[in-house]
């Protein structure tokens, strides 16, 4: 059975219960450093198993186009607030340091590319890693401690297949849509911010600002949150299906999900942003 | 529209019925170990089911009745021992054999786990739709109906299980275990929490399972008249083995103290 477990290249599967963590070094110190070893070998299995029952049939559309509908309705609202304030925000302060340095003629463009570059995608990457994390991880920690996913398995049907992929996969499509609105509500609210104070269109902002913007301004940092849907649905769903321990555990799962799909949200966007530096300078 | 029955005895006359009389067992179970980290659940279980017969497993809670259902079913792996479904060892198998082997079982949790985002209706099809791709939409709905009926919760098919009572869900529970017309039937507790004459119902349909589609079935039960009824051996387990295994009448016969006291509270 252990070779269940560790052979993923046959397409096999092993039941996530957490029950056959088997490394146990003698060495007590090392404990902390064993587990996140174990965490991310197991992740490592997790993600494996799913990329192979998303590209191998059956495919699982249905759930699949509800999750799309789920995450990004859920998300949508948040995601558009946080990047409206956010761009009021930068706006604000970015007409206060330009002005001090009398380059106050960039402020649109400043504005601009603060916005699609940076803010929208990791503000949408935080945001949904906070709502979705958290509500993936406590409904599939739910499932598990009342022994839904074992009921699952037990009919003969993988529950990573039916319940991780199209949640991750839903994950990694909408969030450069979300990204998009968080850009657009983002960039209008910074225009109002100014306009406020200074009469200009929208028109004028926008085109003032994209002057001397090209696609690899923009392509790059939003695709890049596909990245972040990747590991905040990775991250859910690992975190929830592999729950132990009744209501508390289903507490713990979802807070450890949104801890840990954020961090590595910010995480992976150092390394992001740097790839996208050198590869479409 | 072919009834139960007869979709039940039609599956029954399919391959597996090679091993009925080949003396192959059903499930065979040799020498299960299995701990928790630092506390021993099973130590050295060995139990044998051949096809057509019931096994009722009584033992006080926590004595690993149910780890033992989980371990037949795959979902948790013996720290040592065998486990043999149909004369095939379940433990060298990957995941599309074995799911081959629990498309034959019919399971049914302690707790029913039903699918709490699900009606009763779709829980009951859960099986259905992604194991038997063939069928209609209308199909479907007569066979969950079928299935419903013979629980007695047809009158609920649009409920969601949080709002049925405990001992439904337990019926729900198993008529999702029937669905794909198991020849193994692995029950936790089915008529725990149910009123005498739905696990009367209960204990009828295994009994009918068990005649007309020579199910082999595990019955994990704190009901003594049920087993008494239903199971052709009963097993006694404490602290992790078999204290005793026969009839009912070989029970009561034992001179162990712990089998007389079991006996005794019931
Ligand atoms: N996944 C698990 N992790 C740790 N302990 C477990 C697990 N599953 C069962 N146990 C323990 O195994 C023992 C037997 O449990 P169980 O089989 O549910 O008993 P019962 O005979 O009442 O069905 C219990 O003490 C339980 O705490
Ligand atoms: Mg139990």
């Known amino acids: 059975m252990i070779d269940r477990n560790f052979s993923p290249v046959a397409g096999t599967e092993a ?267 | 529209m072919a009834t139960i029955d007869q979709v039940l005895i039609q599956a029954a006359l399919k391959p597996e019925e090679a091993t009925k009389g080949s003396g192959v067992p059903a499930i065979a179970v040799d020498d299960l170990h299995k701990s928790f980290g630092s506390q021993k659940v099973l130590n050295g279980i060995s139990v044998a089911v051949n096809r057509g017969e019931t096994l009722a497993v009584l033992g006080r809670s926590g004595t690993g009745k149910s780890v033992l259902l989980r371990l037949i079913i795959g979902l948790e792996e013996p720290d040592s021992g065998s486990i043999l479904i149909h004369g095939r060892d379940i433990a060298g198998l990957n995941l599309d054999q074995l799911c081959e082997i629990r498309m034959k079982m019919g399971f049914l949790f302690q707790h029913a786990a039903l699918y709490d985002s699900l009606t009763v209706e779709e829980n009951v099809g859960f099986p259905l739709v992604h194991h038997k791709k063939e069928m209609s939409k209308s199909e479907r709905a007569d066979r969950v109906k079928q299935l419903l009926a013979e629980v007695g919760m047809e009158g609920h098919l649009k409920k969601m299980p949080s709002d049925i009572s405990g001992g439904m869900q337990k019926r729900v529970g198993l008529a999702r275990a029937l669905a794909l017309e198991p020849d193994i039937l692995l029950l936790d507790e089915p008529t725990a929490g149910l009123d005498p004459i739905s696990s009367g119902e209960i204990n009828d349909l295994v009994l009918k399972l068990q005649a007309e589609h020579h199910t082999a079935s595990i019955v994990v039960t704190h009901d003594l008249h049920s087993a008494k009824t239903i199971a052709d051996r009963l097993a006694l387990l404490n602290e992790g083995d078999v204290v005793v295994q026969g009839s009912f009448e070989e029970l009561q016969k034992s001179d162990i103290a712990f089998v007389q006291e079991f006996l005794g509270h019931s």
């Open chain 1, 15 to 281: 039941p996530l219960s957490g029950t056959r963590r088997s490394l146990t070094f003698p060495s007590l110190s090392f404990g902390p450093i064993n587990k996140f070893f174990e965490w991310f070998g197991d992740l490592g299995i997790f993600f494996w198993r799913v990329v192979h029952a998303a590209i191998t049939p059956p495919f699982e559309f249905r759930e699949l186009f509800r999750q799309l509908d789920e995450i990004g309705s859920m998300s949508l609202p948040l995601v558009a607030l946080a990047g409206a304030a956010t761009g009021v925000v930068l706006s604000l302060e970015a007409r206060y340091s330009l002005t001090r340095f009398g380059a106050k003629s960039l402020l649109p463009a400043a504005i601009v590319f603060s916005v699609i570059h940076e803010t929208g995608p990791i503000i949408t990457g935080l945001v949904v890693s906070g709502r979705v994390g958290a509500g993936i991880g406590a409904e599939l920690a739910s499932m598990k401690v009342t022994e839904q996913i074992d009921a699952i398995e037990a009919s003969a049907v993988s529950p990573c297949r039916l319940l991780a992929a199209p949640r991750i996969l839903a994950c990694i499509l909408v969030l450069p849509l979300l990204t998009l609105a968080a850009d657009f509500c983002g960039l209008f609210m910074g225009w109002v911010a100014q306009a406020l104070v200074e009469p200009l269109s929208f028109h004028q902002f926008i085109s003032a600002g994209f002057k001397g913007a090209d696609f690899n301004d923009f392509l790059p940092p939003t695709f890049k949150t596909m990245m972040f849907g990747l590991i905040i649905g990775l991250i859910a769903c690992f975190q929830g299906m592999r729950t132990q321990g009744g209501a508390a555990g289903v507490g713990r799962a979802a807070t450890s999900s949104v801890v840990l799909s954020s961090l590595f949200v910010i995480l992976a966007d150092v390394v992001l942003v740097k790839l996208i530096l050198i590869f479409f300078p």
